[in-house]
């Protein structure tokens, strides 16, 4: 895979416009928020002007990101001289903005289906914050740079590495994550906000995956179904179950977790996955438009009855563990 632009071309190209918009991807996550708003802090270092923007809004409990900024859209796009996408697979990734996705002159990302479009793409690369890290250090701006930058950059590499417990966790994001920790940021507080802190909500959430999670397949698969009839009983919102995958895939035994969510819009069903052991269900929801990395993956599918749509999902996130189990 070869990057469109270098590392460099790619930091010295955002030296070239004083106005830029950032794209986060939808249902955002502290990967795609912190990356946003510590190049914000990067271009605004460069004399530029920045704003972020997500077609929805953010958990409440990001406000430390965001500083609890509106980020829809409420003026014209055409007033940007340059937009990005950051942490942003592809167009669908945009949600309700995918619209504006022929505007994105720069995608920088590290998402396995991006690599064929991406500007600048690292493969692997834990976090898309690590590689905004990279960007500020070529700019050689760290030691210009207010912490805000730095605990964004932790936020989006902890986030994305599960607080450093998944198997993306590699030698180099430690490495990254002990220099934003040398820098004095208050990492304990990002790392409770983003992993500890429980709404009310979230709680009866989880009360719901208790008793709602299907065990299949001897253990290997569970898989949560969460119906907009559900939501209702237990007075749950749709932030209430937007990590409620990590509850599921915590099962002991379970090689697979998914969780299928009816949304507010009729016919339309978001799904989640998680594979606990080496099973990519980023290409088993790549069969159905979606995507993601190897552990973590997503899709979304529309105008399919519910019923048939866990069907038809169960069946094939089952054809991949029994392919695991032949290996
Ligand atoms: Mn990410």
Redesign the pocket.
Known sequence: MMNKLSLAELASSLKLNKNFLIFCHKNP?P??LG?AYALKCVLEALGAKARVACCDRPNPKFNFITLGEDLTLDFDISDYERVIAI?VGSAVQLGDYSRFSVRVDLIID??EMSARFADYYEDLAP??AMIVYDIARELGLLDKLPSRFFECVYA?LSG?TGCFKYSNTTPKALVYASELVATGIDFASINYAIFDAKTKGELAAQKMALEHTEILLDGALAVLLVTNDMKKQYGINDDDIGDIISTVRTIDGVLIAVTIKETTTQGKLSVSSRANVDIDVSAICAKIGGGGHPRAAGATITDTETAEAVKMLKELFAEGIYNYGKQ
Request: no cysteine.
């Open positions: 996550d990967d795609t990356s942490d590290h998402h976090a898309t989006g994305d």
